[in-house]
Nanobody, 125 residues
């Protein structure tokens, strides 16, 4: 079982930046693909970004448009989501997720096995 704890959310003005962090309680973190998803009120959970355990290969949603950057620090069992030039439409609960060990990178939330509780990001106009 992998436990994930997100932090770093908050209220920011449009154009501002936030960095989300997610700490994973697993000894196999360096072999887990990690992902970030978000869910706005009344909407389905959607893919934001993912980073593989293989050579730090990463995927991004189209709406990111170069504003977000996903990274990981295996020594700290932590994955980050750096978000810049935030827009009001980025307002959502952001979730960290992990696939089981050695699974490949994916954009599908159904492929992720472990989820954090989420952290609220609110962008004011």
């Amino acid at each position: 079982q992998v436990q994930l704890v997100e932090s770093g959310g908050g209220l920011v003005q449009a154009g501002g930046s936030l960095r989300l962090s997610c700490v994973a309680s697993t000894r196999t973190f360096n072999k887990n693909t990690m992902g970030w998803f978000r869910q706005a009120p009344g909407k389905e959970r959607e893919f934001v970004a993912a980073i593989s355990w293989v050579a730090d290969n990463s995927y991004y949603a189209d709406f990111v448009q170069g504003r977000f950057f996903v990274s990981r620090d295996n020594a700290k069992n932590t994955v980050y989501l750096q978000m810049m030039n935030l827009k009001p439409e980025d307002t959502a609960v952001y979730y960290c997720a992990a696939r089981k060990m050695l699974e490949t990178i994916s954009r599908s939330p159904q492929k992720f096995d472990y989820w954090g509780q989420g952290t609220q990001v609110t962008v004011s106009s």
